[in-house]
């Protein structure tokens, strides 16, 4: 069974950075791992997913240009660098794995793994 177990969050001042981390583990090739953040009272919202090639696919909003996505294959690792942080960005931030998407890479769908999440705290 496949495990994954982010890391990094915390509270930071807005226009701050945070670097957030997913470590897989388990048998399973995984192919697309991905973030996706839910901030209270709302939906889960896909922010990033990254292919084992590591080409990158951004959420169509305000993250682009302020987060990066990228992947370590030899640690099994996936990361979340983010700058300029809002109030908005404030959310639990949840790491998702999948070695065949099943759907868009970027709906929850498409993915079979999760983690525990992680909160990200933004104050103004």
């Known amino acids: 069974q496949e495990q994954l177990a982010e890391s990094g969050g915390g509270l930071v001042q807005a226009g701050g950075s945070l670097r957030l981390s997913c470590a897989a583990s388990g048998p399973t090739f995984i192919n697309y791992m991905a973030w996706f953040r839910q901030a209270p009272g709302k939906e889960r919202e896909f922010v990033g997913a990254?292919?084992?090639?590591?080409?990158?696919?951004f959420w169509l909003g305000n993250a682009q240009g302020r987060f990066t996505i990228s992947r370590d294959n030899t640690k099994n690792t996936v990361y979340l660098q983010m700058s300029s942080l809002r109030d908005e960005d404030t959310a639990v931030y949840y790491c998702?794995?999948?070695?065949?998407?099943?759907?868009?890479?970027?709906?929850?769908?498409?993915?079979?793994?999760w983690g525990r999440g992680t909160q990200v705290t933004v104050s103004s």
């Open positions: 998702a794995a999948t070695s065949v998407p099943r759907a868009s890479v970027m709906t929850a769908d498409a993915y079979d793994h």
């Open positions: 990254i292919n084992e090639n590591g080409r990158s696919t």
